[in-house]
């Protein structure tokens, strides 16, 4: 596929190591323009562009830059995009540490609702619940009982059944978690976010939350914040919270 990604940091740069590697053509952009990736771009084989350029001629674009980053885009950046273009979301909220406030977003606490509003185009919500340090390093076969599943949100089927091929030849099951209005049960808070689990756990930690949003809201919400607050304070403590081992951070936070 022609992949175009917007976004060159930790997400963006792994994804389009990883998209090379499957034998996609791929072009990246950030914020400072293609001079500043010259290094990625001989480390990954991915091509530098500019934001305008990556959307171009694309079958699939990555949206890979922080949520307060996203009203900087270039206004009308997808207006003529082909309906059959898919664009994949993996952003998440980050008000206390990252993003501030942005009160749109949080009229209905739905991180990629309000990214489709912003871009004015329908998303595939993916990536956002997995560290870019697992998404790199903790791929498997299929069938490896190991395999940490992915979900995967959107209102668009076709465009879910491309990500769910690109999630599997990433070496991950992806799960159809339902729409973007149901994609708050894989936001940071959910019991779900960047735990590494097996698909089996996965399916069963989603219908535990239920799909009822009202209720779900100042739970997440809550636990989200919270969360923040203890990275920012303590980040191995925060680490440790998560009740699954996480494996590949072991060597940095032998304790985890
Ligand atoms: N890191 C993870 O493990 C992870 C995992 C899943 C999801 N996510 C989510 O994915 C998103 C990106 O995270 P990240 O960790 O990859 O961020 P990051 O490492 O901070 O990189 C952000 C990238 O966005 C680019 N950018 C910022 N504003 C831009 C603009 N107006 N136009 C074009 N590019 C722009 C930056 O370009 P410059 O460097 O030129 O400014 C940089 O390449 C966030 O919402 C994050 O929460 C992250």
New binding site residues.
Partial sequence: MNIGI????????CLATKFVKLGHSVSI????GPA?LKQLAEETGAEAAT?EEVVKNKELIVV????K?IP??PKNLFKNLPKNVVVID?????PDL?DGVLPELEQSGIDSLWMQEQLGISVVKV???????S?NDLGRPEGDRNRIALAVSGDDAKAKEIVFQLVDDLGFDPLDIGTIAQSWRQQPGSTIY?RDINLAELKKRVVAMGTDWSEMHELIIGKHHSDQLLMAADFPAWLKGFREPLTHLRDKYPDS
């Fill in positions: 917007i976004g060159s940091g930790q997400i963006g740069s952009a950030n914020s400072r500043s934001v890979a830059i922080p949520q980053s900087d885009l993996t952003g998440n909220y980050y990252r990536f956002n619940s997995i560290f870019a340090t998404l960047c």
